[in-house]
C-alpha cells in the first residue's frame, strides 16, 4: 500500500534522482539526440519540487496530476509530454484516494504504458522509454498476481527496466532526434529508456527503506 | 475567420513565421507559440493551449508545428482543450513556412478550416527552381 504521503517521498526521490543523473542523461542524448534529456527532465523535476509542499494532506490523484502538468509545463523537450501523459494516466486511476493500493499500481502502470504509446505512437522495440517500461510492467504485474509484495514487485520492475535499458544498446532507434541516424544508433542506450528504469529504481528503493 | 498557431522548438522560428505570414493577410489572428516559458529550445504544450484558445474567433484553428515533440505538444494541447473547440482545431501535415504563408492567405478570404488546411498541405508540393 502507498499512502499519499509515501507517495510525495518517492517523488521527492525522483526530483533527486533526476538532478544527481542530470549530466549522465544529457551525456547519453548527446550520442544520439539532441543533448538535453537531462537538463529537461531537470527542469521539470526541479519545478516538481517547489510543488510539493502545497501537496501534503492531497489525494493520491490531485498529486499526480499536479506533477502531470508541470511536466507537461516545465520539460520543453519530448519527455515533457511523455512523463506528463504518464503522471495523467495515473492521476485519473486513483483520482480522490489517499492510497495507492497493488491492483491500482498495476492499473497506474497499464494506464500510463498506453498513454505513452498513443502520445508517442510507439512501441517496444523502437528503442524508446517503452522498451523499459513495457517489460517492468509485465514483471510488476506478474508479481503482484503471484503474491508477491509490492517492494518486491517494484525491485522486480525495475530489474526488468535495466535489462529494457540494455536492450536499447543493440537496437536502431525509430522515434525522435535518435531515428535520424538510423544504424548509427545502434551501440548507444537510449536516454529515456534511461530514465524511466531510473525512476522506477526510485519507486523501489523509497518502498524498501520504509 | 479561421486562427492560425504556429508551434516551433525556436521562439524566433515561430515569430519569424509569425511576421512573414501576417504580411500577406493582416486581418488573420497567427500566434506564435515557440520555445519554453524560461527561453530555451523547445516546446510546451500549456502554451500551445493557450495560443489556440486565443487565436479562435468560432470558426477555429489550424497549427502548424515544426519536429518532434511540437507535434506531440500540440496534440496534447489539442486533447487538453474544451470540447467544443477540440473539434475545431487541426495540425497541418505540412511545411510551416510556406504553410502557414497559404493558410493565411485561404484564412483571409473566409475559407473554412477543411479548406484551409488542404491548401497548406498542397504547400509541400511547391517547386521552387
Not at chain 1, 526541479?46 to 520539460?75: F, N
Not at chain 1, 495523467?88 to 498506453?114: C, R, T
Not at chain 1, 504485474?141 to 536499447?168: C, F, M, R
Not at chain 1, 532507434?173 to 531515428?179: C, E, H, L, P
Amino acid at each position: 500500500m502507498i499512502t499519499s504521503d509515501i507517495l510525495l517521498r518517492i517523488i521527492e526521490n525522483m526530483v533527486n534522482t533526476i538532478k544527481e543523473n542530470k549530466d549522465y542523461l544529457t551525456e547519453l542524448d548527446a550520442k544520439i539526440g539532441d543533448s538535453d534529456h537531462g537538463i529537461n527532465m531537470d527542469k521539470g523535476f526541479s519545478a516538481v519540487l517547489e510543488k510539493l509542499p502545497s501537496l501534503k494532506e492531497k489525494d493520491c490523484g490531485t498529486i499526480l496530476k499536479t506533477v502531470a502538468m508541470v511536466l507537461i509545463s516545465k520539460v520543453g523537450g519530448a519527455s515533457g509530454p511523455l512523463y506528463g501523459t504518464v503522471f495523467l494516466k495515473g492521476a485519473a486511476v486513483v483520482q480522490d484516494k489517499m492510497e495507492i493500493n497493488e491492483e491500482d499500481a498495476v492499473a497506474i502502470f497499464d494506464e500510463a504504458i498506453k498513454g505513452v504509446k498513443m502520445r508517442g505512437k510507439a512501441e517496444k522495440g523502437d528503442k524508446t522509454m517503452l522498451d523499459a517500461l513495457i517489460p517492468a510492467y509485465e514483471d510488476f504485474k506478474d508479481s503482484i498476481e503471484n503474491g508477491e509484495d509490492i517492494v518486491k514487485a517494484s525491485y522486480n520492475a525495475q530489474k526488468a527496466a535495466y535489462e529494457g535499458v540494455e536492450y536499447t544498446k543493440e537496437i536502431i532507434a525509430k522515434k525522435g532526434r535518435a531515428s535520424y541516424l538510423g544504424e548509427r544508433s545502434i551501440g548507444h542506450q537510449d536516454p529515456g529508456a534511461t530514465s524511466s528504469y531510473l525512476l522506477l529504481k526510485t519507486i523501489w528503493k523509497t518502498l524498501d527503506e520504509i | 475567420m479561421v486562427g492560425i498557431v504556429i508551434v516551433s522548438h525556436s521562439s524566433k522560428i515561430s515569430e519569424g513565421v509569425v511576421e512573414l505570414s501576417s504580411q500577406m493577410a493582416g486581418d488573420v489572428k497567427v500566434l506564435s507559440a515557440g520555445g519554453t516559458d524560461d527561453g530555451r529550445i523547445g516546446t510546451d504544450a500549456i502554451k500551445i493551449k493557450e495560443s489556440i484558445e486565443k487565436a479562435n474567433d468560432g470558426d477555429g484553428v489550424l497549427v502548424f508545428a515544426d519536429l518532434g515533440s511540437a507535434v506531440m505538444n500540440a496534440q496534447l494541447a489539442i486533447d487538453m482543450l474544451d470540447e467544443d473547440l477540440q473539434k475545431k482545431v487541426l495540425i497541418a501535415n505540412g511545411p510551416i513556412v510556406e504553410g502557414a504563408v497559404v493558410a493565411a492567405v485561404q484564412a483571409s478570404i473566409g475559407n473554412n478550416l477543411e479548406e484551409v488546411k488542404q491548401s497548406a498541405e498542397e504547400s509541400k508540393n511547391m517547386n521552387k527552381i
